[in-house]
């Protein structure tokens, strides 16, 4: 387990958005990163990472959160958590 650092808006909004510290700690473990070309670095579960997870973890309990991103600064703090509802762009 992870120390994570959070801001104040991911706090909210990992509550706003029923998202638990373990999806963001799995983020970090097992997520793809893109760059969000505003100095952050977007993490989700793409494929690739979905099947290290399935793989790696025994318990299916973060199934339903296999659509959440996290939005990390260059400092590693997390800024925005939330759950994706299109694609991310990768260019």
Known sequence: MTDLRLTEHARARMRQRAIPPAVVEALFDFGCEEHDHHGGT???????????????????????????YAVVATTGEVITVGHRDRRIPRH
């Open 42 to 68: 977007i993490l989700y579960f793409n494929k690739a990472a979905r099947r290290r997870l399935e793989r790696e973890r025994l318990d299916r309990t973060l199934e339903r959160y296999l659509d959440a």
